[in-house]
Nanobody, 122 residues
Framework: QVQLVESGGGLVQPGGSLRLSCAAS????????MGWYRQAPGKQRELVAD???????NYAESVKGRFTIARDNAKMTVYLQMNSLKPEDTAVYYC????????????????WGQGTQVTVSS
């Protein structure tokens, strides 16, 4: 099996910063895309940022210039550095990882983290 463990959420004032981490472990042959999504109350889950296996990145317009996604393939970990946080960034943040597993390296599986709450409020 594959496990994703998220950390780093919390309460921060507007203009502050937080860094989220998501570590993958288990039956992993290789990792393709890694990314972060968020879901605010009453809204649909949306892509925040993702990073392809060749390190190309993609960001939602609302976070460009403020958030940075990074990955450490050796540690099988993806990070989201969030700066200049705004109240509208308040949401549960989920990591999302596309993995090839040992014994089945031609099939891509998608896994989600458990979610971590980010609250931006004064």
């Amino acid at each position: 099996q594959v496990q994703l463990v998220e950390s780093g959420g919390g309460l921060v004032q507007p203009g502050g910063s937080l860094r989220l981490s998501c570590a993958a472990s288990g039956n992993i042959f290789s990792i393709n895309a890694m990314g972060w999504y968020r879901q605010a109350p009453g809204k649909q889950r949306e892509l925040v940022a993702d990073s392809a296996s060749d390190a190309r990145t993609n960001y939602a317009e609302s976070v460009k210039g403020r958030f940075t996604i990074a990955r450490d393939n050796a540690k099988m970990t993806v990070y989201l550095q969030m700066n200049s946080l705004k109240p509208e960034d308040t949401a549960v943040y989920y990591c999302n990882v596309h993995i090839l597993r040992w014994g089945d390296p031609k099939t891509e599986y998608t896994y989600w983290g458990q979610g971590t709450q980010v609250t931006v409020s004064s």
